[in-house]
């Protein structure tokens, strides 16, 4: 038991469920599976002595163990962005269950802020840094990127970098290319010929994987769209509205405007609205992403459904739980599902390219 007039220590916590102290530690600190660490029955023995003592774990001695934050730090571009924040839920969960907080940035997609951010998160000594922003085609960006994030990673810092990139960090990925492909051909196959597409801007390497795979979608049914059809924006709401005044056709002649996310979309909906172009209606608009409420409001809608919070579930695992093998580097690929006029599509077999 705890001495008279002295704060209860762990040693006591653990005397008192009859078990080892670094058993009782992990029970309340989290080990390697985190708040899952140990038994149920040693973790209720241990959680039971501690309340009844009234010992509270430190979080500013956690802090410290090992010279190192219990956190994760987590790089979005924008945390309003509907994907960021699915991503940040999806990373809060599973930081959750590892007894890890996790310690947002944004970055605003502004290069200068993104190497300040991570500079400056070289000195908060984070167990993890997860990378979620855009990665692009700027060969300059991305080399300064990598360099700061191998002085983390020399540092003692998890490195954990969300979609395709060249750099040497584990990584997770989605099948950008092969959702919208097949999402296109869907649309191809319902009789649609005449396409427009909202992509992203072209140096984000998102974008052009989605318009890419659409393209190819769309050949495979021997259609083609023409450049001056293919008007890159901000993956917003705003960007979406005012790429439908960029479109080079004439709207009326159009059978879909191919969004290459579904904030885009509703840009979109809303500019042909104000055009009087009713929607549902003679143009189709469709997305990429998969926002629930969307789907709500338009049961028919077509989309992509990226599994944004699996993003981060794998992500935080890459961060804490798994260790690279044998000099290669680790990596999660994660499989998008169209969903054609609200209809998800069954995944085709990994040997279908």
Known sequence: MARAGKPPTLVDVARLAGVSVPS?????????????????????????????????????????????????????????????????????????????????RATGDDPKREAALLTHLAGER????????????????????????QTLHERGTRVVVIGDNDMDFPTVTVDNRRAARRLAAELAATGARRF????????EITAHERVTGFLEGLAEHGLAVAQDDIVQAPFSRDGGYAAVDRISSDLSELDVIAAMSDAMAVGIIARLRELGIGYPGPVEVTGFDHVPMLGDVLPEFST??????????????????????????SRIALRAIPIVHGIPLRPLSDSID
Do not use: W
């Open 196 to 203: 427009a597409l909202a992509s992203g801007p072209d140096q």
């Open 126 to 149: 984070h167990r993890a840094v997860i990378i979620g922003t855009s990665r692009t085609t700027d060969q300059a960006r991305e080399a300064q990127l990598a360099s700061l994030l």
């Open 304 to 329: 992509v459904e990226v599994p944004l919070k699996a993003f981060g579930r794998a992500a935080l695992t890459l961060a804490l739980d798994e260790q690279d093998v044998a000099g290669e580097i």
């Open 24 to 104: 009782a530690s992990r029970a309340l600190n989290g080990g390697v599976r985190g708040v899952q660490s140990g038994s149920s029955e040693v973790r209720k023995r241990v959680t039971d002595a501690a309340r009844a003592l009234g010992y509270v774990v430190s979080p500013a001695a956690q802090a410290t163990k090992g010279g190192r934050a219990r956190t994760v730090a987590l790089v979005v571009s924008d945390i309003e962005d509907f994907g960021s924040a699915a991503l940040i839920s999806g990373v809060m969960h599973a930081a959750e269950m590892r007894g890890a907080s996790v310690a947002v």
